[in-house]
């Protein structure tokens, strides 16, 4: 935050030192940890996939997966400064929304990265999927054929990036590569990083000139930098 204090979303199991299942903030307030249940319910284990980000007055946003087996939603909480507000987002059947990732522009408007996976004629598919309130209400996009994790990032012009698998589906060897997607005003541009297969912990940063800097972790576990 702006005194560089860490805030943290995660999903708490029952198998965790501090009890009850859900979704937990935590940030240190300069002496010592505030853990915090946001959302708690057995029945849906919300909390998965959590991940957060915060606006200029240092309040929390947070998007995270709920649900069980193939009936699957996603939320959006954040705190206002006197409450959490929480909000159902979409509802898929399937895995739903998972492998988040949320960014604020300089504007506090929500951006965020996800992918879902659905199965047709016994064939899994998965889709990169990207999400703004920057025109007011939450509107959602299909960016590409994805698998995985995501990063997101915004531009000094207020435009996403996003970091990703991309995972070509429609073959006897699914391809999947560590790609890269940005938004320049009026189109999604696509390059991929390189054709080492898949990655996992993808990280995405932007440079005071909007250049893209990727960490990953490759299939033989190596950590990558481009």
Do not use: C
Not at 52 to 61: C, K, V
Not at 67 to 89: P, V
Not at 137 to 150: K, L, N, P, Y
């Amino acid at each position: 935050d702006s005194n560089d204090n860490p805030h943290i979303a995660y999903y708490a199991t029952r198998k965790t030192i501090d009890s009850g299942e859900g979704l937990k903030y935590a940030h240190w307030d300069g002496s010592a940890w505030i853990v915090t249940m946001i959302d708690e319910d057995g029945a849906i284990r919300p909390g998965k996939y959590a991940s957060i980000a915060l606006d200029s007055l240092d309040y929390p946003h947070i998007f995270y997966g709920a649900g069980q087996f193939s009936n699957t939603a996603f939320w959006y909480t954040h705190w206002n400064g006197t409450e959490w507000l929480k909000s159902k987002i979409s509802y898929y059947i399937g895995t739903g929304g998972e492998y988040f990732s949320v960014a604020m522009d300089n504007n506090d408007n929500v951006h965020v990265s996800f992918t879902d996976g659905f199965e047709i004629q016994g064939y899994s598919y998965s889709r990169l999927h990207y999400l703004t309130n920057k025109g007011g209400s939450f509107v959602e996009q299909d960016i590409s054929d994805a698998r995985g994790g995501t990063s997101i990032n915004i531009d000094s012009n207020g435009n996403p990036a996003i970091a990703y698998n991309y995972y070509q589906q429609e073959t006897l060897t699914p391809i999947i590569n560590p790609a890269y997607v940005k938004w320049d005003g009026s189109m999604w541009i696509y390059s991929n990083i390189s054709d080492e297969g898949s990655t996992e912990n993808l990280a995405l940063a932007l440079d005071a000139n909007n250049g893209p800097h990727i960490s990953y972790t490759n299939n033989s576990g190596e950590i990558k930098y481009a």
